[in-house]
């Protein structure tokens, strides 16, 4: 156990550590700086811009930024629509399977596209080499990307005076994959590759097992999937259980590794964002208010989760460890590490199953991702989400002390106030009303396994899953249905949208106002106050939201659980 501890704690040091030069790097790459990879990649970066007639120093206001950010989302959406409908009749198919049916690829088209990676197929049955490279791999390198591009368009907002752009979409996307995702995908594909995660083009192999019968063992090409699913917090598993399959996560080494990766890039973004400002303290105070949060959830995830179940130790398992729906290879702490980390990053992917947590374990992923996932967030879109709190925490100070509200030195109007509530509050009111529907009808409530509060937890859970942009589920529940393909697909198209969206609408605002030099009503947004403001504004809002649902889940789960009763 004290192993376990030290790993969460180097863990945590190492990517805090990392993050200072990889900010640093970001910033030069999104600026065209040159770097130390640029004398490899410059001439292929060159290359594209001119097959593709762009013009990287052409810049773009945020209406033609956003216009081809959702362009190339359509066209995403379409092509991977067209390779799942049509797998069967495509090569690299050694398994034969049939083409996926139309209301699977219509969810997993907008999953992958929107960068949510929701599964509700198992993989190694459902998609062929050809879908799971061509489609879902190149998908999970875009979609990150272009979130990537969306933060950095919005963090120029803060940084520029007077402008009428905010940078160009192409140039933002083909640098992010080209100089970030790319080289460390590879990297990171080729560690694992020596830690025994597979990677062939062979068909599924057949087996003899110890007790004589034969099994079919599902391959293919998985490291490289892996690879940039956990570094794009993208988290779509090549196989059905994800990271605790142990072709995908088969040492504790590339547990621990798969857990950086999840949250190396994330972590940098805050940095990122004290680099463009040249206010680096600004950077770090935003950081701060992420780890405190990151910390917080997972200590509390921690106490429950060791702490066990009283049905447990009644039945004789020691101190009432429950160790189900875990890999005995990792046990207890980095299942719960993993657990926290996917769901304050967007992450999605899992090493144990969340339908098998205690409720308040179970609660503490269910408040990450409700909240927006701001905790560190997904690549790029997480820094957007805490931003839209920052401004409503001045916003509210700024009533309360009779002055304009301004960040960064940009006072923020109705404008930017509308946008912001726009994007807090239209994912939320998306997932109460299409929760309620699933467990109003028939049709909701029909591949429901567990009744009672968990079964409305995992209904719930889902639909969060899907606005949050997450992908992880509670297990529990048969979501590939046309009714929950097509639902869940309407809550990630919300998600995505209604955060990405409203970003860029006010990096247009900001980016034309002037920098208002601060002064003794101005709060220092590099200060404690400014950390435990911001901090408390995240968890007061995200308390009061979801206050009902959270009772009526897992909070009455907990109660129960503790008088005797399961579900």
């Known amino acids: 156990m004290a192993n376990n501890f030290f790993e969460l704690f180097l863990s945590l040091t190492l990517l805090t550590l990392a993050a200072i030069p990889l900010g640093k790097f970001f910033k030069l790459v999104y600026s065209g700086q040159k770097t130390f990879l640029s004398c490899l990649i410059k001439p292929l970066e060159s290359f594209l811009y001119k097959i593709c007639g762009i013009d990287p120093a ?23 629509f067209l390779i799942q409908v049509f797998q069967d009749k495509l090569p690299l198919n050694p398994a034969q399977l049939s083409a996926v049916p139309w209301h699977l690829a219509i969810n997993t088209a907008v999953s992958f596209v929107t960068n949510t990676n929701w599964q509700s197929y198992s993989g190694e049955a459902t998609m062929s080499y050809l879908t ?63 830690q025994g995660v597979v990677q062939t083009l062979h068909p599924y192999v057949n087996v003899q097992t110890l007790e004589g019968q034969k099994q079919v063992l599902a391959v293919g090409p998985a490291a490289s999937q892996i690879a940039i699913k956990q570094l794009g917090s993208n988290g779509g598993g ?54 405190i949060l990151l910390v917080a959830g997972l200590s509390i995830a921690l106490f429950f989760e060791l702490k066990g179940s009283p049905i447990l130790q009644s039945v004789g398992v020691h101190q009432g460890m429950n160790m189900e729906g875990k890999e005995t290879r990792f046990g207890v702490v980095p299942s719960v590490y993993w657990e926290v980390a996917t769901s304050a990053t967007s992450n999605g992917s899992v090493n144990a199953m969340h339908d098998s947590l205690l409720p ?54 109705s404008s930017e106030m509308i946008m912001t509530v726009l994007a807090i509050v239209l994912p939320s009111v998306t997932l109460k009303i299409l929760a309620a529907c699933a467990i109003s009808l028939p049709i909701g409530l029909t591949g429901l396994n567990n009744f009672g509060p968990h079964g409305f937890t995992e209904i719930f859970y889902a639909y969060a899953s899907g ?84 009772t009526i889940g897992p909070v009455l789960e907990h109660l129960q659980m503790m008088a005797g009763k399961v579900f």
Request: glycine share 8%; proline share 5%.
């Open 58 to 80: 052409e810049e773009m206001s945020w209406k033609v930024y956003t216009k081809d950010f959702l362009l190339l989302n359509l066209w995403g959406f379409i092509v991977l």
């Open 132 to 194: 799971q490279m061509v489609g879902l791999t190149v998908q999970n390198f875009v979609s990150a990307a272009a979130g990537m591009a969306a933060c950095v368009a919005f963090l120029r907002g803060f940084s520029r005076q007077s402008s009428e752009t905010i940078g160009n979409f192409w140039a933002d996307l083909t640098r992010s994959i080209l100089y970030i995702l790319l080289p460390l995908s590879i990297i990171f594909a080729v560690v694992l590759m020596s």
């Open 238 to 291: 090549f196989f059905n259980v994800n990271s605790a399959h142990p072709f995908e996560n088969p040492t504790p080494l590339t547990n621990f590794l798969e857990l950086m990766a999840i949250l190396l890039i994330p972590f940098a973004f805050p940095i990122l964002l004290g680099e463009l400002l040249n206010k680096r303290k600004e950077g770090w105070a935003v950081f701060t208010a992420m780890l």
């Open 360 to 413: 308040v374990t179970g609660l503490v992923a269910l408040f990450n991702i409700t909240i927006g996932e701001v905790i560190f967030g997904g690549v790029g879109v997480g820094l957007i989400g805490m931003m839209f709190y920052a401004v409503l925490a001045l916003f509210i100070i700024g009533l309360m002390i009779g002055r304009t509200p301004e960040l960064y030195g940009k006072k923020l109007g």
């Open 467 to 550: 606005v949050g942009n997450n992908g992880s589920a509670f297990a529990g529940l048969n979501a590939n249905t046309p009714f929950y393909n097509l639902t869940i697909s309407l809550a990630m198209l919300v998600g995505r949208f209604a955060t990405i969206i409203p970003a860029l609408v006010i990096a247009g605002s900001l980016a034309h106002k002037k920098i208002s030099p601060q002064n003794r009503a101005t709060l220092p947004t590099a200060s404690l106050i400014f950390i435990c403001i911001l901090c408390a504004t995240v968890i007061v809002i995200g308390a009061l939201t979801f206050f009902p649902p959270f």
